[in-house]
């Protein structure tokens, strides 16, 4: 299976601030459809994930555009350009481009 | 709009098998796969595995196989997942989740706690 990690594991942000978070993949993840098959989802507290980005980049609906992805093959990146306090929670990045998808450990944010 | 309700909370002896539902609503349930994934307490995800309600095609998870079964009910479009053998480290929470167009996963149940223990 592919394996995924995330960098950092925590951090702790003033509001407004901008924030980056780091994910890392075992293998590319360019499908052979075109599609690069990298997803964030955001774990609020005592909530179901819920996505915010798919295919590395594209938000999916409703997602406020503070909210960006980027990066190519194995290397990837959410920033979050001003971080609200409704932000806080547990961000995983996933790999789909094998259907036995992984998971990051996970990036936990915090608001000063 | 798309809505995947699960069943309520278990809770099993060791050896034991729990069987969770998924009832979707708001989209065609066959041209969607659905996939389970698993939240130890405190501890990340885990991919489970998945199904085609389309043709009952099934992958799992390598540690799953042998011992998780999914299944499908087109007429209520219910979508379920059973586990035999229950350990104490198959105490979880449950989520299912859909497959979107081009998204591997894109909606979520709200999850089902299983608790396995003596």
């Known amino acids: 299976d592919i394996v995924v990690t995330q960098t950092p594991l925590s951090l702790s942000v003033t509001p407004g601030q901008p924030v980056s978070i780091s994910c890392k993949s075992s293998?590319?993840?360019?499908?052979?459809?075109?599609?690069?098959?990298l997803y964030w989802y955001l774990q609020k507290p005592g909530q179901s994930p819920q996505l915010l980005i798919y295919?590395?980049?594209r938000r999916f609906s409703g997602v406020p555009d503070r909210f960006s992805g980027s990066g190519t093959g194995t290397d990837f990146t959410l920033t979050i350009s001003r971080v609200e306090a409704e932000d806080v929670g547990i961000y995983y990045c996933?790999?789909?481009?094998?259907?036995?998808?992984?998971f990051g450990p996970g990036t936990k944010l915090d608001i000063k | 709009q798309v809505q995947l309700v699960q069943s309520g909370a278990e809770v099993r002896k060791p050896g034991a098998s729990v069987k969770v539902s998924c009832k979707t609503s708001?989209?065609?349930?066959?041209?969607?796969?659905i996939s389970w994934v698993r939240q130890a307490p405190g501890q990340g995800l885990e991919w489970v595995g998945w199904?085609?309600?389309?043709?009952?095609?099934?992958n799992y998870g390598q540690r799953f196989q042998g011992r998780v079964t999914m299944t499908t009910e087109t007429s209520t479009s219910t979508v379920y997942m059973e586990v035999k053998s229950l350990r104490s480290d198959d105490t979880a929470i449950y989520y299912c989740?859909?497959?979107?167009?081009?998204?591997?996963?894109?909606?979520w149940g709200q999850g089902t706690l299983v608790t396995v223990s003596s």
């Open positions: 199904i085609s309600p389309y043709n009952g095609n099934t």
């Open positions: 295919e590395v980049s």
């Open positions: 996933m790999q789909g481009v094998q259907l036995r998808f992984t």
């Open positions: 708001g989209y065609s349930f066959t041209s969607h796969g």
């Open positions: 293998q590319s993840l360019l499908h052979s459809d075109g599609k690069t098959h």
């Open positions: 989740a859909r497959e979107g167009i081009g998204v591997r996963v894109d909606y």
